[in-house]
């Protein structure tokens, strides 16, 4: 049988964490509302996403009506999509929570004789979120010796090999990076903001060790990806080209509304192997993409 308590303390942390979270949400939104503004502040809007209430406003339409119930003679039936709903949440792992009647509480109340049950019904499917968690893992390996060559007087001894850590001599492991990417790059949540989650989740991250991370990883595993990439894409014999107007902060010897860019070379839609490249360069001059181009015979 499980530790009911065990469970009841883990559910209750869980909580407490969720409470922590949206008190911080709360807090940043109602700053952001009230408080004054700043070219921090003003920068969270960015180009093509909307504030968390623009958002809903934009979005609602009182018009609209809910696609999975329909009105039926004063009761609500279901309305059958083939399978829209089971598409929607094939792929999620799924369980069963059966509900009971407690076994003290398995008395008829007609005649006082004790219930047995003869089946049970499907009520509904909901779909839960399971917030994020940490654990802390210490790696090991063993060693091990040939006991004959000890005997001959000549020991040998050898170590399980261990995976490389992606940061080396730091907490950091390989599920940490790629979260610290897809937050940062996919999402665009700023570290700033990153950094709270990572308190909120027990840990103390700051935002100076995030970047040191990623900067790493780029240094260390990355950078022979994105080598590979342009190697590829040289090879192709079509290229697109564009630049696209980019404003950096904080870069050295430049002023914050210096005009930057982002080259992007890709290749034609029907290639086999497509790639795109973005590549920041300080200007739209002619040599930066000679420079990227050098050697290349294709057609742009």
Known sequence: MPDIGQEYKKQIKELEQQ??????????????????????????EIEGQMSLFNELETCADPKAQEPDLVAVEKHLRKRKYA????????????????????????????????????GEEFVRTEVQFIPASLKVIDHYRETYECRACRKN?????????????????SLASASTIAW?????????????????????????????????????????WLSHVVSHLRQELLKQGHLHIDETHVQVLKEPERKNTSDSYMW??????????????????PGRGGKYPEAFLKGYTGYI
Not at 21 to 39: H, I, P
Not at 104 to 116: F, N, P, T
Not at 159 to 164: E, G, Q
């Open 180 to 220: 610290l990417i897809h937050q940062k790059f996919e999402l665009g949540i700023p570290l700033y903001r990153q950094e709270k989650e990572w308190e909120a989740l027990g840990l103390s991250l700051s935002r100076a060790t995030m970047s040191n991370w990623l900067l790493c990883v780029y240094r260390d």
């Open 19 to 44: 409470v922590r979270l949206l008190k911080e949400q709360v807090d940043f939104l109602t700053r952001k509302l009230y408080g004054t503004k700043s070219e921090k502040a003003s920068a969270l």
């Open 83 to 118: 399978g829209q709903r089971e598409k929607l949440i094939k792929d999620i792992p799924r369980s069963k929570v059966l509900h009971t009647i407690d076994e003290r509480e398995q008395i008829c109340e007609r005649c006082g004789g004790a219930m047995v049950k003869v």
């Open 153 to 169: 007087g000549a020991p040998y001894m050898e170590k399980s090999p261990v995976p490389y850590s992606p940061v080396m001599h």
């Open 264 to 281: 992007v070379y890709c290749s034609i839609r029907d290639c086999k192997r497509p790639v795109r490249y973005f590549e920041y360069q």
